[in-house]
């Protein structure tokens, strides 16, 4: 017998239990093999997340002369990396999430700007104390990193009498990172904390004779431009920021007079050697263009007209909700474009959300010319927000099916997110996975204006074939029955979709964004209904009616098995369920997706228990999407089948940005025998403090049979054999140390198995 175990262990709190395990470490590897076209055109970027908010960078990540995309999505500290394989002025950026390893966790904003002009990009983001810097290197594969310099502070405001301050940044704030006295050297500017003036942090380091790889930095103006903004979309121009001026906006107050949230981005528009603003609030849809006078009126730096509705080239530039700009080389011609998406990731366009104008005129007097306001999004799968992955042999052709349901697009009329099915067909061929868009609105769902979209797919109502269910953000489910006629034929799902009843007539509900699962869980036959929800735990509908084409459900509790995802957060979680294999033992588990992004694999269910503790493997499967970073919101959906046909398993999960990310099997796990299709162990009590009791499904014990269990190091720590009443079979386990374990028995030429968890 061989027997190749990976499991690590680590501790976290689920109710009465007090042990758990990550058991396999990394199973599933991130991958982008599998090809999607739409339209006779490749989504050459298909599996990288979906994109609703990003920042935008460019820089060479590789080290081969050609600048890739680097894009930040603030709300989840996510990082996203485009290696370019095109060539200058045409280039081919692919996913590639292995170079975002490299970059450090980053609140708020990232800006690469090379501050030490040794042309090796350097990073700038939020940190603890409003800027902090990290110098770049390549490392020895040519990949671009970074390693912490320091917080920015200065010290020669003489009002705080030389105490060091930060180079203040209001949270959410993107700061402005340019040579704005054209000494050679980046500054930094951001507004205050009131969200009125701009500050001006100058980097001294020409000014006082320091090494280039050095920022020194002395407050030179806090009100750069001589502007304000207050709470209107118009700038107050021609201004100071003394008291005076501030108690006059305050009624004799200095109370704050702006909600704050502004994103500027400088640029020279006109050619005359000083910098414009493009300034974009959270207020406003807009960007104001502010024009600089320094050069033709004055020596300093002073705003001295403004256009609140800036159009460029014919198109008014504004996007869904605090607008942010980025000034970077989109298409590679060696002249910056612009870029403009939503800095606000709350109710905002989540589709439409990269405008790319493109500049046909100089990098010196820019004009920008609309492009798309799809930039790379036309590339991806992406359901606007909140997508939910399922995998289904549509077509009975042998292969699985992608359908992806999701919270919805945003509607910028009604600020509502309205749902959608979109469905690929599989149209892989031996060596060559692929999947094809058939429709983005499978079966005209839009029309029903669904508030959120999860996707169910079994056989509901006892007659062998397979039903449509819909679960949606209020937590009710929708279905629509196959009509026809035989389970070997393509589903006829065209009647109107109805509420799902119970038993008693009650709408078949959790507290929201539910999420169906038909699913066997007693064994007797017949499906039951489970329910993702927002607590967290799963609902469990236990099917009462054998009778062919009939509906009968009954509400049995709303904590099957006490498994929840996100254990530490008692009343959230976003549970999202999978049940079925995922890997080559053969085992089904229950995984279940989380609002931490985490995946949580259970087990204990397969012999029909509906009424036990269901023990838990693994609190974040395979690390996926699991980046340790404070969010702790990125969301998670999976859905897991053998898509190529290669006898490795894929795993497709979705995420709050409406996008998907692909896993593919990289570890062949478990124990390599034979496996006897429903013939496994059922350990009780399981959690077990003392002793265990195995009992034997259809399992013939032989002379020689004999169990074995396994730490989760994959050790041996106890071996039995010869059994005086075989089917009654009791192991003493009291010595061994609280964690969880795999118990094997041999019998013959067969094995049987299953986890069990010994507590306190």
């Known amino acids: 017998m061989k027997i190749i175990i990976y499991l690590s262990l680590c501790c976290f709190c689920l109710l009465t239990l007090d042990v758990s395990a990550q058991f396999q470490g990394h199973v599933?590897?991130?991958d982008s093999s599998i090809i999607v076209n739409a339209a006779g055109k490749q989504k050459t970027l298909a599996w990288c997340g979906g994109l609703n908010n990003p920042q935008f960078s460019a820089a060479d990540l590789n080290h081969d002369g050609l600048n890739d995309l680097v894009l930040f999505q603030k709300d989840q500290y996510e990082v996203l990396t485009f290696i370019n394989y095109g060539t200058a002025g045409n280039p081919d950026y692919r996913y590639r999430p292995s170079y975002a390893k490299n970059f450090p966790v980053c609140n708020d904003y990232l800006v690469l700007k090379d501050y030490n002009r040794d042309s090796v990009p350097d990073?700038?983001?939020?940190?603890?104390?409003?800027?902090?810097?990290?110098?770049?290197?390549y490392n020895s594969s040519n990949e671009l990193c970074f390693t912490f310099y320091k917080d920015l502070y200065y010290n020669n405001n003489s009002k705080f009498h030389g105490a060091s301050l930060n180079a203040y940044?209001?949270?959410?704030?993107?700061?402005?990172?340019?040579d704005v006295d054209?000494?050679?050297?980046?500054?930094?500017?951001?507004?205050d904390v009131d969200g009125i003036f701009m500050s001006w942090f100058q980097n001294a380091q020409v000014e006082t004779g320091a090494p280039k790889d050095s920022i020194i930095v002395k407050v030179r103006d806090q009100c750069w431009g001589k502007m304000a903004q207050l709470a209107l979309?118009?700038?107050?121009?021609?201004?100071?920021?003394?008291?005076?001026?501030?108690?006059?906006l305050g009624s004799g107050s200095t109370a704050k007079v702006t909600d704050g949230g502004n994103s500027p981005c400088l640029i020279d528009m006109d050619g005359d050697g000083d910098y414009d603003v493009l300034d974009g609030h959270r207020a406003f849809n807009t960007i104001v263009y502010l024009k600089n006078g320094r050069i033709e009126y004055s020596s300093k730096d002073s705003m001295v007209s403004q256009d609140t509705t800036w159009t460029t080239l014919g198109d008014t530039v504004q996007i869904a909700q605090w607008a942010g700009a980025f000034h970077c080389d989109i298409n590679q011609d060696g002249i910056r474009d612009l870029i403009l998406t939503p800095n606000s990731y709350a109710a905002s366009e989540?589709?439409?959300?990269?405008?790319?104008?493109?500049?046909i005129g100089t990098d010196k007097v820019p004009s920008f010319q609309y492009q798309s306001d799809t930039f790379l999004v036309e590339n991806a799968i992406d359901a606007g927000s909140g997508s939910y992955p399922f995998l289904y042999d549509y077509n009975k052709d042998g292969k699985p099916d992608l359908f992806v349901g999701s919270k919805g697009y945003y509607e910028k009329s009604t600020g509502q997110y309205i749902s959608r099915i979109l469905y690929f067909q599989n149209t892989s061929t031996p060596g060559n996975p692929s999947f094809s868009l058939i429709t983005n609105d499978f079966l005209g769902l839009s029309i029903k204006r669904y508030k959120g979209i999860s996707i169910g797919i079994g056989d509901i109502d006892n007659d062998g074939m397979d039903d449509l269910l819909l679960g949606h953000v209020d937590g009710t489910v929708d279905y629509i029955l196959n009509t026809v006629g035989s389970s070997t034929s393509q589903p006829n799902w065209s009647t109107?979709?109805?509420?799902?009843?119970?038993?008693?007539?009650?709408?078949?509900?959790?507290?929201a964004y539910s999420v169906p699962l038909v699913y066997d869980m007693n064994k007797d036959g017949h499906?039951?209904?489970?329910?993702?929800?927002?607590?967290?735990?799963?609902?469990?509908?236990?099917?009462?009616?054998?009778?062919?084409?009939?509906?009968?459900?009954?509400?049995?509790?709303?904590?099957?098995?006490?498994?929840k995802s996100d254990p530490s957060k008692p009343y959230t979680g976003y549970s999202t369920p999978f049940i079925g294999k995922m890997d080559n033992t053969g085992i089904e588990y229950l995984m279940m997706g989380s609002r931490s992004g985490r995946i949580f694999r259970y087990t204990g269910f397969q012999a029909g228990y509906t009424s036990v503790t269901y023990p838990i493997m693994d609190s974040s499967y395979s690390y996926i999407l699991d980046y340790g970073n404070p969010a702790n919101s990125y969301m998670s959906a999976p859905a897991i089948a053998d898509i190529d046909g290669d006898g490795k398993y894929e795993m497709i999960v979705g995420n709050v940005y409406g996008g998907l990310f692909l896993y593919k099997q990289a570890l062949i796990l478990g124990i390599e025998e034979t496996q006897v299709p429903n013939k496994r162990l059922l350990l009780f009590p399981n959690p077990a403090k003392n002793d265990l009791n195995i009992a034997l499904d259809q399992v013939r014990i032989d002379k020689d049979a004999s169990v074995s269990i396994y730490n989760n190091m994959g050790q041996l720590v106890m071996l039995q054999q010869g059994f005086a009443d075989p089917l009654n079979i009791k192991l003493d386990i009291s010595q061994l140390p609280v964690s969880v374990y795999l118990c094997v028995l041999k019998s013959g030429n067969e094995q049987y198995n299953s986890v069990f968890v010994k507590k306190n």
């Open 527 to 563: 499906n039951d209904l489970i329910l993702g929800d927002q607590t967290g735990y799963i609902y469990y509908y236990q099917n009462v009616s054998f009778a062919s084409g009939t509906i009968n459900l009954r509400y049995t509790n709303n904590q099957l098995g006490l498994a």
């Open 123 to 137: 990073l700038f983001q939020r940190g603890v104390a409003g800027i902090s810097a990290y110098r770049g290197y």
């Open 350 to 359: 989540d589709y439409k959300c990269i405008k790319y104008y493109k500049n």
């Open 496 to 511: 109107f979709p109805q509420n799902l009843l119970d038993a008693v007539g009650a709408k078949v509900q959790t507290s």
């Open 182 to 191: 054209n000494d050679g050297d980046l500054d930094f500017l951001a507004y």
């Open 169 to 178: 940044v209001n949270p959410g704030d993107i700061p402005a990172i340019v």
């Open 28 to 30: 599933y590897l991130e």
């Open 233 to 248: 979309r118009t700038h107050t121009l021609n201004q100071s920021c003394d008291n005076s001026y501030l108690l006059k």
